[in-house]
């Protein structure tokens, strides 16, 4: 019986950059509503250059606090079985995007019901696994957040842009100074 070593695992990339978007995917909150929030940043490695192939993802309860979501994200074309994406009318509380070739990456959502943040999921080059992580979009007694020391915290906060407050920035650092604080479930 022959006996084999195992392998390292394989990176995360490259091939989710072409293959994992889908339409609307930046689109979570329903077209036109009037309580849209917009989450944006930049991805940027150790060195501080920006992943220009990084795909985001989110994951959030719905603004009454609901988990549920709704179906269709990756709606299908029922002739061509082409990904049509959302219907653009229900919140599914999952949006998927890819950063652009500064590294930037924008999502249109609703504010998160029963906690302060928004989950957030990096796939990139170079990594093994993808990495957890929250943008918090208020800085309200989270225990998570409260256990961190200020630098650390900063690193989880979203800001709201001058002069817009329903747009907030979120900037994600896979490692090196002010590296993102990254969770790890088990």
């Known amino acids: 019986?022959?006996?084999?070593?195992?392998?390292?695992?394989?990176?995360?990339?490259?091939?989710?950059?072409?293959?994992?978007p889908f339409a609307g995917g930046a689109d979570v909150a329903p077209a036109g509503h009037p309580d849209t929030i917009t989450l944006h940043g930049y991805v940027y490695d150790g060195a501080g250059n920006p992943v220009s192939d990084a795909l985001i993802e989110t994951w959030q309860p719905a603004p009454d606090g609901s988990r549920t979501g709704a179906p269709g994200s990756l709606r299908h074309n029922p002739?061509?079985?082409?990904?049509v994406g959302r219907d653009g009318v229900a919140f599914t509380g999952f949006g998927r995007v890819p950063t652009d070739a500064d590294g930037h990456f924008a999502v249109r959502t609703l504010p998160p019901g029963g906690v302060p943040y928004v989950a957030v999921v990096v796939f990139a080059r170079g990594l093994l696994h993808h990495l957890y992580t929250r943008a918090y979009l208020e800085d309200s007694g989270d225990a998570l957040l409260d256990s961190l020391d200020a630098e650390r915290r900063a690193t989880l906060?979203?800001?709201?842009?001058p002069g817009n407050p329903r747009t907030y920035r979120f900037d994600i650092r896979l490692q090196g100074a002010g590296e993102t604080v990254f969770l790890e479930f088990q």
């Open 1 to 20: 019986m022959n006996s084999y070593a195992p392998t390292p695992s394989q990176t995360v990339g490259p091939f989710y950059g072409y293959a994992l």
């Open 79 to 83: 002739v061509t079985g082409e990904v």
């Open 157 to 161: 906060r979203a800001t709201p842009e």
